[in-house]
């Protein structure tokens, strides 16, 4: 009995339990104030919208993400922090170190990941018309949801936990410049996600992961409202992230710690932050006045009253293009620093890799109006977007020849990580070409909206975070658990993941090009698309098996694998000269910055000199 | 800036008030807001350019009362720099007295704004133009309100002693924040009560 009573001391269980009490809260007062006011008391829209909001700030409250901010406005002392245990219900509560936050967004963005993967394969069956279970519109609100939790609930914040976790360790600070913004920003995920994941229980929403009005603003079910509340809320989460990464890497770097003696992990988090801090407010914006036209009745989109729908289009890409950006560009970042441990030899050309981060993140904010060529945009707009859009070709060109010039005769470790690394250059690669195809204007009329694109999407995401996460999470395991993840699962999951998405993503390019549209419910046996869609329904459910695997390696390497050490992959960049896991603020000793951090085979390269005492304890070890 | 003096962080470290990264995350804030308010403004000048009569008939726009507000809210911008300037010589009493004029002002301009929305001709299920009318007002006024909040704890902790002249980074931060609200207020004084 007390056990179950203990759960409840929980952040998380008494944070979502006021949470859902705030939401019934705040949809009582709205019914009264209707009510009161003579409007008829029940209408979903209004209503529940009004009981989101109070539901996601009292869950934070309770959480106590306010609670030092608060104390701090009324002037009073500030408490004396306790120091902190090492306990596993750290995990569960609001908690300020960025290694436990690190943890708190990866376990989320790997939790929603396979639920998320799975939606897809309810549809994927559907279209590959082995079992039927679906309609017209559940198939277009699982896919729709696909796109959102994928991008909003599994992406950005798997990407924050690799941030979270790893920029401090690699910069040689103790923690993050803002830790308690830190927490707020995580906290705002998990309602993010349910809200994302629930909204298919709400009537859905049909409209592809886009949004675009009138469909969107007409739709009738809540299920919009919330999908719309919850990515929302992510995009909030990322803002505030960003102003806290970029803040850190400004202020807290490591002394002698120079701007080209930075992993490219954090070159990639400057690129990648300073475009979420900036545009992600584009899709916020665009979001909340979808919103506001569903429950207020506004009009910025519904030509009847003067709106344009076109809008919502620019609004919508002007972030969503660089967000494609703010998508891959870390899962480059990975690539780049994973190679030169595994192949012993200098980064190719590490200032010019370092520099095609900012390149292509720049370059990605002036190229968004190629999402419209189809959409009746203006014929002056569609050749400079066009070049442009050719132009962000080159600083990823940059990169990929990098990656294989550092490869060049190097002495080469096959571990699992290289493996996925290898698997993402190929798979990173397909998806840059046929985006080429894809900016061509005349070929993107014939192209626009079909499984082309989607494929093309499916190949940079697959290369730009799904594989580079997996390399990343067999080369830092080891650093988070202090135990190795088993080599013989992860090549098996290698290998079932690189034959899923060579599987998925060339049978939607060939369907593309045949002129499978994109979102289509249903096709004619006799057009021959089946072959291709089963193809692709395969690849899907290996790629599944793989995830199956990956958590059972987790699961059993994280009690029993073979213990790590220091320094398992031989790496010289500073999280790596610290325990594993490492001590609760990282460095004893700042460490002293003296050289390049990719230095490997070169002799008498030195990365930085740790402290005598750090020294020693890896001796030990 | 080179006679600014510094401030105490972490208790020990004595840094120019504008190096410190509380400072250096309120200026990435703002810009972030910048594009915030960026998409609004480009919302309405894409309605603006789109549409032919523009603002619609009966719309009749107070901008004498309007123009009173732009007043208010410069004078606050002074009123806080005063503030800001008092504590950096130590000057408790003058600190009180700049927050509670810039609170007063603060709280003056949301009365005046609260007023103008109730007693325009259109609503924002009106129109387009209405919806974007109140939509940029709105999130201005929202700023605002942020700023009275922020200032309200700015004088809370001013009566209790928690400032000084070594000790003032919570008074820079914040003006800066109440100078770029100002700043939006010009834009969209121009934007909706000017260029018509």
Known sequence: MNKILKIFSLGVIRGLLAGLAGAGAGIGITMLVRHAIGLPAWNPGPVTTIGIFTGVITYLVVLGAFNYWFRWAIGAEPKEAEPPKRSWTRYFNLDTNHKIIGVQYLVTALTFLPFAVALQLVGRLDLSKLVSPLNATTYESIISDHGLLMLFIVVLPAFSGLMNYLIPLLIGARDMAFPRLNALSYWLIPPAGLLTAFSLLVGGFDTGWTLYPPLSASFEYIGMNFI??????????????????????????????????????????????????????????????????????????????????????????????????????????????????????????????????????????????????????????????????????????????????????????????????????????????????????????????????????????????????????????????????????????????????????????????????????????????????????????????????????????????????????????????????PPEENFAEIPRVVGNPFGYGVEGSVHAIMSTETKEEIKNE | MSDEPSVEIFGVEHVKASRTPVYLGMILFLISEAFLFGSLFATYYYLRAETKVWPPAGVHLDTWLASINTFILLVSSGTIWWAGRAIRKGKESSLGIGLGLTIFLGVTFLGITLYEWTHVTFRPWTNAYGSTFYTLTGFHALHVFAGVILMVSMLTRTLRHRFSSSNFLPIEVSSLYWHYVDFIWILVFTTIFIIT
């Open chain 1, 228 to 581: 719309l509340i919850g990515i929302f809320l992510s995009g909030l989460s990322s803002i505030l992230g960003a102003i806290n990464f970029l803040t850190t890497i400004f202020k807290m770097r490591a002394p002698g710690m120079g701007p080209f003696r930075m992993p490219v992990f954090v070159w990639s988090t400057l690129a990648t932050t300073a475009l979420t801090l900036t545009f992600t407010q584009f899709i916020g914006m665009s979001f909340l006045m979808v919103l506001f036209q569903r429950v207020l009745g506004m009009g910025f989109f519904n030509p009847q009253m003067g709106g344009q729908v076109l809008l919502y289009q620019y609004l919508f890409w002007f972030y969503s293009h660089p967000a494609v950006y703010v998508f891959v560009l870390l899962g480059l970042g990975i690539i780049s620093d994973t190679i030169p441990v595994f192949a012993r030899k200098p980064l190719f050309g590490y200032k010019a890799v370092a520099i095609s981060s900012i390149g292509i993140a720049a370059g990605g904010t002036i190229v968004f109006a190629h999402h419209m060529f189809a959409a009746g945009i203006p014929a002056f707009l569609k050749i400079p977007f066009m070049v442009t859009t050719l132009l962000v070709a080159v600083p990823t060109g940059v990169k990929v020849f990098a990656w294989v010039a550092t490869m060049w005769l190097g002495k080469l470790r096959i571990t699992t990580a290289f493996l996925f690394v290898l698997s993402a250059i190929v798979t990173f690669l397909i998806g840059g070409l046929t985006g080429v195809p894809l900016g061509i204007v005349p070929v993107d009329l014939y192209l626009h909206d079909t499984y082309f694109v989607v494929g093309h999407f499916h190949a940079t995401l697959f290369g730009g975070f799904l594989l580079p996460l997996m390399a990343a999470i067999y080369f830092w395991f080891p650093k988070v658990s202090g135990r190795m993840l088993s080599e013989k699962m992860g090549k098996m999951q290698w290998l079932l993941m690189t034959v899923g998405t060579t599987l998925l993503i060339l049978p939607m390019l060939g369907l593309g090009i045949e002129g499978m549209r994109r979102r289509v419910f249903d096709y004619s046996l006799t057009l021959g698309f089946r072959p291709l869609h089963i193809a692709t329904a395969v690849g899907g459910f290996l790629i599944f098996a793989g995830l199956v695997i990956l958590a059972y390696n987790m699961i059993t390497s994280a009690r029993r694998g073979a213990p790590a050490g220091p320094n398992p992959w031989n790496s010289m960049i500073l999280a790596w000269q610290v325990s594993s896991p």
